[in-house]
Every structure is written in structure tokens, then in C-alpha cells.
């Protein structure tokens, strides 16, 4: 159980373009998904947590306008690299989490990420 | 702000070996600590939870400790496996209701 779908897998485009990446819940409610950000060798850095219904929170630093986030229902989120370019290249990583409170103390289900590729 | 440390950061055994993992985090304030794996180019696999009131969990050849008052974890792989290389990571959940991750311990097990 506890499944996270991501897709695509790997994205490949020229710059300017944007790119929509999903992450969906498979068989539990995602009250909350989170997206977060992989350079090589390096660990994953938060980007945004959302709450389904809500507009998403960024960590300081994240561009919102540049990173559009969606959780429209409790087993989908979207995230769209709006403009990309080849700065914007990097592996991108969805978690999901149920439970209602802000600290709630269910794990975290993570996708496979999604390696984005700005020409 | 909450700082994740893993020692060592790559680490070689040969198979069969018994090995440990180590995390500490700076903020003891927190509400459970995460172990996961990541193989290259993937996402994280959950290995083991510990809630902030636990001492351990355990699955399989995997056994997690918490000492939340020193700030450390530990994670022990009994019998190593060739299948077990990869980069561990552990993650605590603290009072900024996010995880923080702790830089990595890449593992090699070698036949």
C-alpha cells in the first residue's frame, strides 16, 4: 500500500516551454503533498507543501510565479515549471502524507521523481 | 533551524557484513524521525518510522534506534545484501511541520 505515482519520468524540452509534472496518490487520501527539489549528489530541498483545497506554501526563495502548484483533490497534485529554462534542470521529487493536522505524524510516500531537461 | 548530519557519507562493505548508519539532528524537537533509501535517478522508499515517544522499529534486517534527547539515530542493516546499495537517508519531522533531510550515507555492498 501507500503508493505514489509520478509521471512523467523524464522530461526533456527547449527552453521557454512549460512543463506539467503529476503526482497522484494511489490508494490513500493525500491530505497534504509536498514537492521537493534534487541536485546531483545532493539531498532533496523542499520546495512547496499543499494542502488539498489550499493555495500551496513555498519555502523561502521558491518563485511561486514560476513553480505553479495545484491539489485540487485529495489524490492529485500538479506541478508546473512555468518558462523553464535550463537553470530550471533538475530532479523533481512529489511526496504525499494523510492525516489532517499540520504535524501529522503519518509518513511520508514519496514518487519517483521526475528528471526535467531544459534545452 | 533544524541541521541533519549523516556519518559516514559513503561507506563499502562486503556482503554479509553487519553495518551501521548514523543521523543527528540539532533540534530535538521533533515528532518522529524517517529512515528511507534512495537507488540512483529514483525517488525514496520508506524503510522505517520512529515516533518522537519510540526508542526503535524494526523491519527485516533493518532495525532504526532514536535517542531524541542526544539527537542521534542509528541504523543497523544486518547481513548485508548486494540489493541493499544504495543512498540512505534519514529525515527528522520537527516543530517547522516538514521533514529535513540529513545529507546521505551512499552504501556499497560488494560480493
Known amino acids: 500500500g501507500a503508493v505514489v505515482s509520478q509521471h512523467p519520468s523524464w522530461v526533456i524540452c527547449k527552453s521557454g516551454t512549460s512543463v506539467k509534472i503529476e503526482c497522484r496518490s494511489l490508494?490513500?487520501?493525500?491530505?497534504?503533498m509536498f514537492w521537493y527539489r534534487q541536485f546531483p549528489k545532493q539531498s532533496l530541498m523542499l520546495m512547496a507543501t499543499?494542502?488539498?483545497?489550499?493555495?500551496?506554501?513555498?519555502e523561502q526563495g521558491v518563485e511561486k510565479d514560476k513553480f505553479l502548484i495545484n491539489h485540487a483533490s485529495l489524490t492529485l497534485s500538479t506541478l508546473t515549471v512555468t518558462s523553464a529554462h535550463p537553470e530550471d534542470s533538475s530532479f523533481y521529487i512529489c511526496?504525499?502524507?494523510?492525516?489532517?493536522?499540520?504535524?501529522?505524524?503519518?509518513?511520508?510516500?514519496f514518487g519517483d521523481g521526475t528528471r526535467l531537461s531544459i534545452l | 533551524k533544524q541541521e541533519v548530519t549523516q556519518i559516514p557519507a559513503a561507506l563499502s562493505v562486503p556482503e554479509g557484513e553487519n553495518l551501521v548508519l548514523n543521523c543527528s539532528f540539532t533540534?530535538?524537537?521533533?515528532?518522529?524521525l524517517q529512515w528511507f533509501r534512495q537507488d540512483p535517478g529514483k525517488g525514496l522508499t520508506s524503510l522505517l518510522l520512529?515516533?518522537?515517544?519510540?526508542r526503535e522499529q524494526t523491519s527485516g534486517r533493518l532495525n532504526a534506534s532514536l535517542d531524541k534527547s542526544s539527537g542521534r539515530s542509528t541504523l543497523y542493516i544486518a547481513a548485508s545484501q548486494p540489493g541493499d546499495s544504495a543512498t540512505y537517508l534519514c529525515?527528522?519531522?520537527?516543530?517547522?511541520?516538514?521533514?529535513?533531510f540529513g545529507t546521505g550515507t551512499r552504501l556499497q555492498v560488494t560480493l
Open positions: 520512529i515516533q518522537s515517544s519510540q
Open positions: 499543499s494542502n488539498e483545497g489550499s493555495k500551496a506554501t513555498y
Open positions: 533540534d530535538s524537537a521533533i515528532y518522529n
Open positions: 490508494d490513500f487520501q493525500a491530505t497534504t
Open positions: 511526496s504525499a502524507r494523510s492525516g489532517q493536522d499540520l504535524y501529522s505524524n503519518q509518513p511520508q510516500h
Open positions: 529525515a527528522v519531522f520537527g516543530t517547522a511541520s516538514k521533514l529535513t
